[in-house]
């Protein structure tokens, strides 16, 4: 039998009873939205400040529609075709707008995470060739000042062996046999001299070749500083592009489901969408408990890998092993690795601790979540002030086993992330850093010398 569209709405079940609608909403307000981990982590969370920056903390104004149709409206518009016809045409143009934002949202967060990594890569190789120049003019000032030494003390030997008063002595010499000793002296001195004009010219080129190179030291300092402010600009948009995309993603999951089953509701279809609906919530509510869960045997597998192969026990200095995996690759020149759209930059910045999927990672020491998200070819990435210019850098991370976020407190040996292979990586590993005033350096070294076998 047709139903009368001038009816009361509840008598027609064309929309939600007062009962479901309440049902409906306290299952909302009990329930995580339906996110995907992958785009949440992987563009949501993107973001942070280099260690000299400091936390800073983004505004970023939503451009959603700030006005949703509630289920009062659905059923007043379902009193005329013609105001059903705009109502549906508005929650079609709402659902639009929510895909379209969310999608240009995490699309520029892509690309700022991309452009992040990329001036951190040459903000890092900037500063290795800084390194690199200072030492070799400090190598060449050595060997100018050891040339130095050689030649004064070849100039000793020579005054010791008569220097200019040698002619003197040979004419005035009575005897041949004196003359001949002298003659013999003066070819010692020749191979004297020449051997000290030698070193002299080595000193004089090593002093020359030091300075030149301080001075290229100098020059790529001031390019390394550069490209570290940019390198912290780049940062900072790709926070602001995360934020923007989290913002998008959150209000799309908050409305989505009901401007869906309201759209359906216009289209005769309440019964079903109430029904799929509320299944939908179910469902959601399950998937919540198993994700709470997964995430406590995650917990309790962590502290027992923990206590059986080293990983996460902190150590009297403070500091531990971020993972228990065994060491792949150290830090140093190695072949460029293609992976997942990316490809490796040549000098090796850290130390690889290669293990099974999700195997936990852990905090190297107590500090700060300066960054935590998709970062080019280190894939998901977390980096922690220590204080003190001191840094850690956790990358390959996951996808979904980011378990921190931007601006998180965590204490030395929490769990921090799992292990995945994202990024440009062929295997399950972690790649770690540490940072000393931006710069990274040898990690196994620098725990080492605080008690830490990686």
């Known amino acids: 039998m047709p139903v009368d569209s001038h009816s009361n709405p509840e008598e027609c079940d064309c929309a939600p009873s007062e009962r479901e609608k309440k049902l409906i909403e306290r299952e909302r307000r009990l329930v995580l939205p339906e996110i995907s981990r992958r785009r949440a982590l992987g563009f949501g969370a993107l973001g942070g400040l280099l260690l000299a920056g400091g936390a800073t903390t983004f505004?970023?104004?939503p451009a959603f529609a700030e006005s949703y149709p509630s289920w009062e409206d659905v059923e007043a518009a379902?009193?005329?075709?013609?105001?059903?016809?705009?109502e549906v045409t508005k929650i079609e143009g709402l659902i639009n707008t929510l895909t379209a934002e969310v999608a240009a949202a995490q699309a520029e967060a892509q690309r700022t995470s991309d452009e992040f990594y990329e001036a951190q890569q040459a903000f890092f190789d900037a500063a290795k060739r800084a390194?690199?120049?200072?030492?070799?003019?400090d190598e060449q000032a050595a060997l100018a000042l050891e040339s130095a030494q050689k030649a004064g003390r070849i100039a000793a030997q020579l005054y010791r062996d008569g220097g200019d008063d040698t002619a003197l002595e040979l004419f005035f010499s009575g005897s041949a046999a004196t003359?001949?000793?002298?003659l013999a002296r003066l070819g010692t001195m020749d191979k004297l001299l020449e051997r000290n004009q030698t070193v002299y010219a080595e000193a004089v080129?090593?002093?020359?070749?030091?300075?030149?190179?301080?001075?290229?030291?100098?020059?790529a300092r001031a390019e390394r500083d550069r490209l570290q402010q940019e390198a912290e600009a780049k940062m900072v948009a790709a926070q602001e592009a995360a934020v923007a995309a989290q913002?998008?993603?959150?209000?799309?999951?908050?409305?989505l489901d009901d401007l869906e089953a309201q759209l359906a509701a216009l289209k005769d279809d309440t019964a079903a969408t109430v029904a799929g609906y509320e299944a939908g919530v179910e469902a959601r509510r399950k998937a919540a408990e198993a994700a709470a869960a997964a995430a406590a045997a995650a917990a309790a597998k962590a502290a027992e890998e923990a206590a059986n192969n080293g990983g996460g026990v902190v150590s009297s200095s403070g500091w531990c092993r971020p993972s228990g995996g065994w060491r792949s690759a150290g830090y140093g020149p190695r072949t460029v690795i293609c992976s997942g759209g990316y490809c490796t930059n040549p000098f090796h910045y850290g130390v690889d601790l290669a293990s099974g999927w999700r195997t936990p990672i852990y905090a190297a020491q107590t500090g700060q979540v300066t960054y935590a998200g998709w970062n080019g070819s280190y894939g998901n990435y977390i980096r922690i002030d220590h204080g003190g210019g001191i840094g850690t850098g956790y990358a390959h991370i996951d996808n979904g086993a980011l378990y921190v976020g931007y601006g998180s407190w965590v204490g030395a040996g929490q769990v921090i992330a799992g292990v995945g292979t994202t990024g440009a990586s062929t295997g399950y590993h972690l790649h770690f850093e540490v940072y000393q005033n931006g710069y990274p350096i040898n990690p196994i070294d620098y725990l080492a010398a605080r008690g830490v076998s990686v």
């Open 179 to 182: 003359a001949d000793d002298l």
């Open 247 to 255: 913002t998008a993603l959150d209000n799309q999951n908050a409305h």
């Open 78 to 86: 379902k009193a005329s075709e013609a105001a059903k016809a705009a």
């Open 59 to 61: 505004a970023v104004a």
């Open 205 to 219: 080129t090593a002093r020359d070749t030091a300075q030149s190179l301080s001075d290229q030291a100098e020059a």
């Open 131 to 137: 390194d690199d120049l200072q030492a070799q003019a």
